[in-house]
């Protein structure tokens, strides 16, 4: 299919950091992997406070309208589709703005502050008959797609318990710099908003839905060197401290409809880990792993020995979800971001077809509710039933 075949979509960025160079980046890469879409996105709009940053993306990536204001994206009768980067305290005035201006909009997690601020997006879309999708990437991986099927198959029998861990040391540096996401004003709950929400996301894809949660969190690093400008996951600055109002660590206990028991748990500050994101799943007829360092590969004992069961690596190929549109064999590796790649496809064929194909706002509002949920149960030190 040629480009004077597909209906054109005009495409605007809200934020240039990191991943809206991502997403950006997807677009321009999705027909290459996806050329079955009968759209094609084309780089209209990008808008970024940092001075410099919108015409720098307007260079490299060929936006044609660099702005500094995001409501001139929503003004623009060009732009199609949305994607929204900008930090999380922005998106519900964002997601909304962008939604009743009759926009798509892809928009990145948590979805802003609390379940409210989803449930105010959620709503949005809805009422302007849009089509809105949500940046939970990691359920994406073939092999994520694969444990899913294997859960769903009964192939580990009845679940018994599951671990859903997403541990980083983006923050474990004392002297990282205390940027918005240590504020609770404009970073929400901290690690549960940043990191705990893939494993939340991921913990219902692959496991379905929860009854009830108790959880514990805390703060290690009270206080933090206040930073000046633009500052990202990882740039460390000295001077005057002040303090992080937010949580570096959660961990919580879920009990599933199905009865089975589930630790979720997220750091930010844990030391001599970087990204070091998965599951495991136990069943009464056997058990998987997954691990996002080994992207590609899924481990798997579903022999029924129940004792001495031996796991085996499997390397996941062309028949295991999108991972044909990458790469023609099994342990040819997929990256980070070919996740996006494959989110942007199901997004444009959401958009195309106008009906959703991936992850939604009803996912996000149903992370953000279990996030609340830990934060209320951390906070009365009990239970808490969803």
């Keep these: 299919m040629t480009d004077t075949n597909r209906r054109p979509l005009g495409v605007g960025v809200a934020g240039m950091g990191w991943m809206g160079r991502v997403h950006t980046m997807a677009y321009t890469r999705v027909l290459h992997h996806f050329p079955e879409l009968p759209v094609v996105p084309r780089l209209v709009a990008v808008a970024d406070q940092v001075p410099g940053r919108p015409e720098e993306a307007a260079a490299q990536f060929g936006f044609t309208t660099p702005v500094s204001d995001w409501r001139e994206i929503a003004a623009n009768p060009e732009v199609d589709v949305v994607s929204i980067a900008a930090p999380n305290f922005l998106h519900r005035e964002i997601g909304v703005a962008m939604a009743e201006a009759g926009k798509h909009i892809w928009i990145e997690k948590p979805v802003g502050l609390t379940s409210e ?5 959620a709503a949005a879309v809805r009422a302007a008959g849009v089509q809105g999708a949500v940046g939970f990437n990691y359920r994406n991986a073939p092999a994520v797609e ?5 859960v769903d198959d009964g192939e580990l ?3 018994t318990h599951a671990r859903f861990r997403f541990f980083s040391d983006y923050a474990a540096h004392p002297d990282g710099a205390l940027s918005w996401r ?6 929400g709950s901290g690690v549960l908003g940043d990191i ?3 494993a939340a996301d991921l913990a219902y894809y692959v496991l379905g839905e929860f009854e009830s949660i108790v959880a514990d969190t805390a703060i290690f690093i009270p206080e933090r060197p206040k930073g000046t400008g633009a500052v990202g996951h990882v740039r460390a600055t000295g001077g005057e401290r002040g303090p992080v109002e937010n949580e570096d660590y ?3 206990l879920a009990r599933s409809h199905s009865g089975a028991r589930v630790v979720l748990e997220a750091s930010r500050i844990a030391v001599g880990d970087q990204n070091a994101y998965g599951f495991e799943v136990h069943g009464t007829r056997g058990s998987l792993a997954w691990d996002f360092r ?3 590969e899924l481990q798997v004992g579903t022999d029924g020995l129940h004792q001495d069961q031996p796991m085996s690596t499997l390397y996941v190929g062309p028949a295991h979800g999108d991972f044909g549109a990458f790469q023609p064999g099994a342990a040819n590796a997929m990256g980070m971001d070919d996740l996006k790649v494959i989110e942007c496809a199901r997004f444009l064929r959401s958009v195309s077809e106008n009906r959703p194909y991936g992850t939604t706002l009803a996912d ?8 609340d949920a830990m934060v209320e149960s951390a906070a009365k030190r009990a239970w808490v039933t969803l």
Excluded: F, P, Q, W
Aim: aromatic share 2%; proline share 0%; net charge positive.
């Design 364 to 371: 996000a509002v149903r992370s953000a509710t279990l996030l």
């Design 157 to 159: 029998g009845t679940i």
């Design 182 to 187: 240590y504020e609770r004003a404009r970073g």
């Design 117 to 121: 601020d989803a449930r105010a997006v």
């Design 146 to 150: 694969a444990a899913k099927k294997m």
């Design 250 to 252: 959660v961990g919580a």
């Design 294 to 296: 080994r992207m590609n």
């Design 196 to 198: 705990a929400g893939h």
